[in-house]
């Protein structure tokens, strides 16, 4: 009964004009990287509220992430996240990965993997991320730079780096995007850290991994940087 409330619940918000926008933003068209995604049109914080008043069971959860659907499938995220901040059992994380094959945006990645997966291997071995790096699954690699946002969070920059080198010759956009933003966060932390690897690889980065990373240097630094590429 729960399930089917909650897809009630998401049904009643759906917005076809915000479904519209969603379709072209998240890129659903032939040969795109989320083709065939289907949007109902709801916000994150709508999710978001969905997810804080009421509960779902983990079978319930997969159900829902299965669906062809965008949002029925950031909902089930969404509720795996409040499940695993509450017990933080590793089954969950298990779970997740299990299941990457259904976290296949980039707003389903950045929402949960620092979350549950980051969270989970804070203090354990951190094997999974480099075999996720060098995935051939477009998901699984950007899963493997963004879970390491919670690593940076508490001044641990070693696999945020690592692992930026092993995608520093991705060729897709979106992997460029999300190491750019985490070795940014790196720099926000530790600046020096920061330019030591622009120091090494500056002049090999994608040009958006670069315009991302140093998005937060002076004006003149960033002009400096940009002017080597």
């Not at 933003?25 to 709508?46: M, N, R, W």
């Not at 950007?142 to 390491?148: F, H, P, W």
């Not at 240097?217 to 590429?229: G, I, L, S």
Request: hydrophobic share 40%.
């Amino acid at each position: 009964m729960s399930l089917a409330k909650v897809k009630k619940e998401i049904r009643l918000l759906g917005n076809r004009k915000k479904a519209a926008i969603y379709q072209r933003f998240f890129k659903t068209g032939p040969g795109q990287y989320g083709e065939g995604d289907i949007f109902l049109g709801l916000t994150v914080p709508e999710m978001r509220a969905i997810t804080k008043s009421n509960t779902l069971t983990l079978r319930e959860i997969q159900s829902l992430l299965r669906s062809k659907i965008h949002e029925h499938r950031l909902v089930a995220l969404l509720f795996l996240v409040k499940l695993y901040q509450k017990t933080k059992d590793a089954r969950l994380a298990k779970f997740y990965l299990d299941n990457t094959d259904y976290v296949n945006n980039w707003d389903l990645v950045d929402l949960t993997a620092p979350n549950i997966l980051g969270d989970f291997l804070l203090k354990r071995k951190r094997r999974v991320l480099y075999a996720l790096a060098e995935s051939n699954k477009l998901w699984e690699r950007r899963i493997a730079i963004v879970a390491t946002y919670t690593f940076i969070r508490n001044n641990q920059y070693r696999d945020t780096i690592r692992i930026s080198e092993i995608l520093l010759r991705d060729d897709h956009d979106l992997i460029h995007k999300a190491v750019g933003w985490m070795l940014r966060e790196v720099g926000k932390k530790n600046r020096k850290e920061l330019e030591k690897f622009l120091k090494k690889y500056h002049k090999k980065m994608p040009r958006t991994m670069l315009r991302y990373s140093i998005e937060k240097f002076p004006e003149a630094k960033r002009k400096q940087y940009m002017k080597k590429y």
